[in-house]
C-alpha cells in the first residue's frame, strides 16, 4: 500500500465521518423540531411544550421515545373534533322530542304523550298552531298563551288534583276535630 493511497483512504474516511456526523446532528435537531409541533399539536401548556422538546432534544432518539410514550393521546384537533361529536350526538337526542314524563321518543305534531299521557303540546287559541306547554306567547301569530290556555289534558288528570288536595290537607287536624265536635253533637240527642 503506497503512503498515497493510505492518504487517500484517510481522506474518504474523515469525509464518510463528517457526512455521518452532520446528517445525526441534523436528525437530533429534527427530531427535536418533531416534538416541538407534535406537542404544540396537543397541549396548550408552554412547560409541557418546554418538557417535551428538551427531552427530545437532549436525549435525541431516546428521548423521543419517551416522550412519544408520554404524550397526550388525543391532538387539540382531535379533541375538539369529539367535543361537536358529542355536542351533535345530544342535538340529535334533543331532536327526538323526548317526552318530560317517561322519556320516549314522540313526534312533533303529537298533543300528548300516548304512554303516559303527559300532555306536550296545545292549539294555540288564536291561530291554532301546536305551541309548547310552557311557552307564554305564540311564536306564530304572536298571541299571549299565559291567560288564553287552559289545560286541556285527559279529564282523569285535572279533577284529581283538585279532589284529593283539600282532602289531604284537612285530614291530619279537621277530620279529628269534626269527628269530635259530631261525638258532641250527636252525643246530647240521644240523651
Ligand atoms: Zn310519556
Ligand atoms: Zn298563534
Redesign the pocket.
Known sequence: MSPELANRIGVIVEIVITLLAAFTVAFWFALAVWTFRDIRARTRDPLAILLGTLLSLAFGPVGTLLYMLLRPKETLAEQYDRALEEEALLREIEELNLCPGCRRPTKEDWRLCPYCHTPLREA?P????L?DLNWTR?P??T?HLEQTLEPTSPEEETPAPDTKPPAAVESPLSDVTTYAEEQEEQAPIPR
Open positions: 294555540c288564536s291561530c291554532g298552531r305551541v305564540c306564530y301569530c298571541a
